[in-house]
């Protein structure tokens, strides 16, 4: 606690930093705002009452921020830009010029941006007309003329801009990344209702049910901290060298491998492919073909939040995406390359492509024990809602796993930046 207590001081003295604190502040404060701008068309009381009756949507609710149990003009949140994300990586390991354009650096990374906006677009625009016909569906909103129909969907496509503008401008002028500053912003804006509403229905069915839920809380918040800051040190020696008319000393360094490489990527990830069958169920079961409406039904109530498919699904998605992103993130030839190009070798290993597949060992065995983690943590809700009976854990160690890792990585992305700012005056 003290350290963070001085991590904190240091941030404030700071006047760089200072600076960026302020600014990401400022685009949280904006948003909050934004989360309270209704679109006008829209019956709010119905509204309310439908997400009070479906768990499936109040999940889709956090992930959103509020926005769309308000039905603000950012009601579609960050989903239709994470889909695109998805969706420009995935295409990357298939198209040899998409995959080229991810090793380009600054450029590749700017113009893979550049494509998945563009994607984005359609996405929001088929979400949009999938939300209009639910809610029309449910009489929350009336059928609308063409003009007021443009305008419903240009208004829910500018807000995700707007919300996809902000991330980017914390990214560059803020601390952290953006992207999951603003789902962390979301989540933490609706935490105080969703406990409430938690500790309201443990209270009804069962007192000691409050303090189970406090300790199941307080060892996820712990585990999420301990699995982020679990790493495998890998020894690699370096030769004494001689280049020039110098010689450079033997030295033994260490390969860090993260326990959970892909961090929240994966938990995102997958929360967006695992809503999408029941969104389109919800939305094609008033349908009036009636193949259509008994399987627009099942998928409806197979992927209900509550239910053994739902779950089971989310559980393969999160270890699927954990292994896909940390394939993206950590290269083993890539690192072999460069441990024999600087003269290096690991104890025992010879370097090349014995290194190679000595990492892509190592980084198998402990993906898996974080991939298994981060599924245990995406199902959790449900496990403690079956063995306490506390109904409505809607957050569970989905939100707590995402608040806390945002958390830990912008303090360490503070602590990087006064670790550097204090070494350039070092060096003056």
């Known amino acids: 606690m003290k350290e963070v207590k001085e991590k904190i001081r240091s941030l404030l003295k700071d006047e760089t930093l200072r600076k960026k604190l302020f600014f990401t502040l400022f685009i949280f404060l ?27 949507l109040s999940l889709l609710d956090i992930f959103s921020g509020g926005t769309l149990i308000n039905f603000s003009v950012m009601a579609l949140g960050l989903n239709p830009y994470i889909n695109a994300s998805i969706i420009i990586q995935l295409l990357s390991m298939v198209f040899p010029k998409l995959e080229q354009l991810a090793k380009e650096g600054d450029y590749g990374k700017y113009k893979l941006n550049q494509y998945t906006r563009f994607l984005t677009v359609p996405l929001t625009v088929v979400q949009s007309v999938g939300i209009y016909m639910l809610l029309r569906n449910q009489k929350i909103i009336s059928t609308l003329t063409p003009l007021e129909f443009f305008t419903f969907i240009f208004t829910l496509v500018a807000g995700t801009f707007i919300l996809v503008w902000f991330g980017e401008l914390i990214s560059e002028f803020g601390l952290g990344n953006g992207i999951s500053l603003i789902i962390f912003a979301g989540i933490v804006g609706r935490i105080p209702i969703l406990l409430g509403k938690t500790v309201s229905v443990a209270s009804q069915e069962m007192v000691v049910n409050i303090l189970v839920f406090a300790i199941i809380s307080a060892v996820v918040i712990a585990a999420v901290v301990f699995i982020n800051e679990a790493v495998r040190k890998i020894p690699v020696y370096y030769a004494k060298r001689i280049k020039g008319n110098k010689m450079y000393q033997a030295a033994t360094n260490f390969l860090p491998l993260k326990l959970n490489q892909a961090g929240v990527i994966p938990i995102i990830f997958a929360v967006s492919f695992v809503l999408f069958p029941q969104l389109v169920g919800n939305f094609l079961k008033y349908s009036s073909n009636q193949v259509v409406s008994g399987i627009a039904t099942f998928l409806a109530n197979a992927f209900d939040p509550s239910g053994f498919f739902y779950n089971f699904f989310y559980f393969v998605l999160v270890i699927g995406f954990t292994f896909f992103y940390t394939m993206i993130v ?3 030839q890539k690192i072999a390359d460069e441990i024999q190009k600087h ?35 995406a199902i959790l809700p449900a496990i403690v809602s079956k063995f306490t009976g506390i109904s409505g854990l809607v957050i569970g160690g989905t939100g707590i796993l995402i608040v806390v890792s945002v958390i830990l990585e912008t303090f360490k992305m503070v602590e990087a930046q006064l670790v550097m700012k204090n070494y350039d005056r070092f060096v003056q």
């Open 30 to 56: 904006a948003f909050r705002i934004f989360a309270f701008v209704p679109v006008s068309v829209i019956n709010l009381e119905r509204l309310r009452v439908l997400f009070a009756q479906s768990q499936f």
């Open 343 to 377: 003269g290096g070798f690991i104890p025992g290993i010879r370097p090349g492509s014995a290194t190679k597949q000595y990492l892509e060992k190592i980084l198998y065995k402990i993906t898996t024990v974080g991939a298994l983690f981060l599924g245990l943590i």
């Open 330 to 332: 950590f290269n083993p």
